[in-house]
T-cell receptor, first 115, second 114 residues
Framework: GAGVSQTPSNKVTEKGKYVELRCDPI?????LYWYRQSLGQGPEFLIY????????DSGLPNDRFFAVRPEGSVSTLKIQRTERGDSAVYLC?????????????FGPGTRLTVL | GENVEQHPSTLSVQEGDSAVIKCTYS??????FPWYKQELGKRPQLIID?????GEKKDQRIAVTLNKTAKHFSLHITETQPEDSAVYFC?????????????FGTGTLLAVQP
């Protein structure tokens, strides 16, 4: 079946602009995660959704970052007033229900470049 | 805060040799330990995982061992092949707790020389 998909694959923006990154999880997966990966580093947790609600947003770096999942499926990560330090690959992952040890499946990521 | 340390950062082996990557975690509540393989420009893909109630798990050429007392787990790849070349990440999570977030190590670049 279809895996996790993310759009756009690449996004180039100017400092101070607003961007939205989209994640389509695997159908039927109730748990959805956003991570950020800088060059040469491991993915860093941003936010975790169980259904429509954010169960853990402790990884969001500041209030410029916000994410929604209004219908419990697609999620959008929103970044306001982008800064050059926001440049990274933003990864989305989903898992069946976030219980037990079910696997987190990753999408291909969106490479964000802030000029 | 939670932390996962991973060593070595780079590892070069000859084809057919074994490779071992080691990780240490700080949160004693961690109970789930996956390993991901990431090829250049690609998404991380799970290769093996282990729960805290198991000491060792094996899948063909890949095995993972866990020492809960020492808060240490390792990935073992035997009979390495050139296609094993990639960056490998360990991670730890407290599944069933307040959050299921994965805390990742910094990665190991494995190069298998033909």
């Amino acid at each position: 079946g279809a895996g996790v998909s993310q759009t756009p694959s690449n996004k180039v923006t100017e400092k101070g602009k607003y961007v939205e990154l989209r994640c389509d999880p695997i159908s039927g997966h109730t748990a959805l995660y956003w991570y950020r990966q800088s060059l040469g580093q491991g993915p860093e947790f941003l936010i975790y959704f169980q259904g429509t609600g954010a169960a853990d947003d402790s990884g969001l770096p500041n209030d410029r970052f916000f994410a929604v999942r209004p219908e419990g499926s697609v999620s959008t990560l929103k970044i306001q007033r982008t800064e050059r330090g926001d440049s990274a690959v933003y990864l989305c992952a989903s898992s069946l229900d976030g219980q037990g040890s079910d696997t987190q499946y990753f999408g291909p990521g969106t490479r964000l470049t802030v000029l | 805060g939670e932390n996962v340390e991973q060593h070595p950062s780079t590892l070069s082996v000859q084809e057919g040799d074994s490779a071992v990557i080691k990780c240490t975690y700080s949160d004693s509540a961690s109970n789930y330990f996956p390993w991901y393989k990431q090829e250049l420009g690609k998404r991380p893909q799970l290769i093996i995982d282990i729960r805290s109630n198991v000491g060792e798990k094996k899948d063909q050429r890949i095995a993972v061992t866990l020492n809960k007392t020492a808060k240490h787990f390792s990935l073992h790849i035997t009979e390495t092949q050139p296609e094993d070349s990639a960056v490998y990440f360990c991670a730890a999570a407290n599944y069933g707790g307040a959050t299921n977030k994965l805390i990742f190590g910094t990665g190991t670049l494995l190069a298998v020389q033909p």
